[in-house]
């Protein structure tokens, strides 16, 4: 895979062995140990050399460190486990701390590269939080979460998307990555292989790898909207596929699963005994023509072999409140539940009051989660029409979430006096960055370097503010740009 061009390493720690030297020197390698085997993909890959293998072990060569403060001799071993060296630092921290970098020194930095919502808790939610730690609800509660919560849960899924489930089905985290990790921990074993649809978020191949599984990337196209061809997923499936994870609505791209596509998927996945799908449907309650949204549990055949992932973070505007459920046969959650026991027990006892109230306020959030959801599409509107605008650009009109996913590729060759070549996702966004003072998401992180993300978590005001910028820093590239 593309992964063997491994980034530069420098290593941070003493090196009292000389054979060591030669790690100091540049010496560069790949990092991962797992491939994807569908098609080559540029996961691993730095466009801009940034350091982000500080520490590696080297086959046959064992870290060392001095101990500081003891009696000088003590040596220690620094090796980690090969589980962290197969995970790939965030692409997208390098670009982050830059801008906060910029911010500190006063500069007006504009980002748009954030993964929550803008908008404050509803204040019903937050008082039942507030309520909860004054009524002294602070203490433990089952590993699986409380009955009350898992009941309301169960109740909101059968009316919201027709599912039944048993509070037994239901294992609430902190947070739907946790309840993501669990599931793909429990049904994935060394040498499995889990599909994955591309562009993903960032975590699903990472999750893959340290379960010890291979992620086998599925490309999609921006002229099919993000949406994988069953066709596709047929040509990928082997006797070691595993689990399918299917992100709807979906980050980065915002693309919605239509039913009529999930039905030819899930026959497709019937054909496969072993085949499991993961669906996470954290961005479920944005989506901007809702009746559009299924949830593969739903669909003849599928309840059995689908975990179903549901957050409060994104539609509630509970990032900070860490709390997620998973949902899905008896069987795989009390696998989940009893990884969990081992590793966090359950998530906070005033979240999960919190989250009881959030679910209380009707279908779908009720009132309050459609005004936010109205926001969201009407800035949407505002940057499809105006990205719409610039020639070269290409865009899928996102129809969930709260993320644009625009190809700029376009742009890609131009040069810029004191910036260098624009050869990818990175580099551009490093240069809008530069010259636009705005902070965008590479799509490289998504597996997909064609394209950057653009969070509209931020009002029209912003918005308007930011593309003005980005209007007028990839003009400036126009002329030179090859396509
Ligand atoms: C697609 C997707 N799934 C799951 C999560 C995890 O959400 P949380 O752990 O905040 O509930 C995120 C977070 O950004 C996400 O984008």
Known sequence: MA???????????????????????????????????????????SLRAVDNTKEFKSPGITPIAKARGGPGHMDIDLTLSPRVNAVQPSKTLAIIDQATALLKAGVPVISLAIGEPDFDTPSVIADAGFNAIREGYTRYTPNAGTVE????????????????????QILVSNGAKQSIFQAVLVVCSPGDEVIIPTPCWVSYPEMARLAEATPVIVPTSISENFLMDHKLLDAALTEKSRLLILCSPSNPSGSVYP??????????????????????????????????????????????????????????AMTGWRLGYLSGPGHFVSACAK??????????????????????????????????????????????KSFGEL?????????????????????????????????????????????????????????????????????????????????????????????
């Not at 390698?29 to 080559?40: D, L, M």
């Not at 669909?299 to 072999?305: A, Q």
Request: glycine letters at 6%; aromatic letters at 10%; one cysteine or more.
């Open 149 to 168: 919560l898992r009941t309301a849960i169960c109740q909101r899924l059968k009316e919201e998307n027709g599912i039944s489930y048993t509070p037994d």
């Open 3 to 45: 992964a063997s061009a491994g980034a530069p390493c420098a290593v941070s720690f003493s090196q009292p062995h000389a054979h060591l030297k030669q790690l100091s020197l540049g010496f560069s390698r790949s990092i991962s140990s797992s491939a994807s085997k569908f098609v080559s993909f540029p996961f691993n890959f």
């Open 259 to 316: 039913k009529k596509l999930l039905e030819e998927i899930a026959k497709t996945v019937a054909k496969h005994p072993r085949l499991l799908v993961l669906s996470d449907e954290t961005y479920k309650h944005i989506t901007y023509a809702p009746a559009t949204h299924t949830s593969f549990a739903s669909l003849p055949g599928m309840w059995e072999r689908t975990l179903t992932v549901n957050g409060f973070s994104k539609a509630f």
């Open 391 to 483: 020639e070269g650009v290409k865009i899928s009109e996102p129809q969930g979430a709260f993320h644009i996913f625009i190809d700029f590729s376009c742009y890609y060759g131009a040069e810029v006096e004191g910036f260098g070549v624009i050869n990818g996702s990175e580099s551009l966004c490093h240069y809008l960055l530069d010259s636009a003072r705005v902070v965008l998401v590479p799509g490289v992180a998504f597996g997909d370097d064609t394209c950057v993300r653009i969070s509209y978590a931020a009002s029209l005001e912003t918005l308007r503010e930011a593309f003005g910028r980005i209007k007028k820093a990839l003009v400036a590239l126009r002329p030179a740009a090859t396509v």
């Open 339 to 384: 990884i969990q026991s081992q590793l966090t027990s359950g998530a906070s006892s005033v979240a999960q009051k919190a989250a009881f109230a959030a679910l209380s306020m009707g279908n779908a959030g009720g009132e309050t989660i459609a005004t936010m959801v109205k926001a969201f599409r009407e800035r949407r509107d505002f940057l499809v």
